[in-house]
C-alpha cells in the first residue's frame, strides 16, 4: 500500500500570513500542498490564479497539488504549469468546457502528472474512458467551491472502483480524495482506497498542524 500523503489546502489558510502558514505545514509533515483554483464560473467562488501559485512555489519545495476548479482549464494551463506547479487537475463535466485527453496531454507535455476529477453527482463512468492517461485521480467527498463542508460518505463506492481498477491496471495511480476530510473521514477514505488526503479547515483551524497531520494519516 502507499504511504498516506497528507496535502493541506491553503484555501482554508491564514492569507493574511500566508509565508508563515505554508512552513508551518511543511514542518508539521505536510507531503504536498493543495491549491484549489476556483473561477466563480464552473464553481460558485472565487480563490485565486497563477500570481498566488507562483508566489507560494517560492515559498516551499513541496510538491503543488492544482486543481483547476475552471472553465477552459485547457487555455489556462500554460500559466499555472509556468507557476509551477507539480501536478495540475482538471475537470471531466462537460461544463468545464474543454477536451478532456487533450488537456491531459498537454499537463504531461508541460512535465507536470496529470489528474482528472469529477463532481459528487458526476457518474464514475465518464473518468474511465481517461483512466489510463492518469497519475491522480481525485474523488470529490463534497460539492466543490466552498471549505467546511461534510463528508459524503456515498462517494467511496467511486473511491473503492478507482481502487479496484488501480489493483488492476497501475498499481502507482494516486487516488485523491477531498472535502470534509478530518482524522475519522480520513480512516474511511483510506480503508477504501484513498491514499492522498486533500484536508483544509481540519488543519488549519486546528491548534496543533502536526498533530492533526499525524492524525489524518492514521500515525497520531
Known sequence: ?????????ILAA??????????????????????????GHFVDNISFGPGIVAIVR????????????????DHYLPRFIEAGANSITVHVEPESKHDVAKTLEQIRGGGC???????PATPFALLEPFLSQL???LIMTVHPGFGGQSFRSE??????????????NNPVLDIEVDGGIN??????????????LVAGTSIFRSDDYAKTIRDLRGSG
Open 113 to 119: 502528472r496529470a489528474g482528472l476529477t469529477l463532481n
Open 183 to 196: 482524522p475519522v473521514t480520513a480512516r474511511v477514505s483510506i480503508e477504501n482506497g484513498a491514499n492522498v
Open 14 to 39: 491564514d492569507f493574511s500570513r500566508l509565508a508563515d502558514e505554508v512552513r508551518r505545514v511543511e514542518e508539521a509533515g505536510a507531503d504536498w500542498i493543495h491549491c484549489d483554483i476556483m473561477d
Open 135 to 137: 497519475d491522480l485521480l
Open 155 to 168: 462517494q467511496m463506492e467511486k473511491v473503492r472502483r478507482a481502487r479496484d481498477w488501480k489493483t488492476k
Open 58 to 73: 517560492k515559498l516551499t519545495n513541496l510538491p503543488l497539488d492544482v486543481h483547476l476548479m475552471i472553465e477552459y482549464a
Open 1 to 9: 500500500m502507499h504511504r498516506i500523503l497528507i496535502a493541506p489546502s
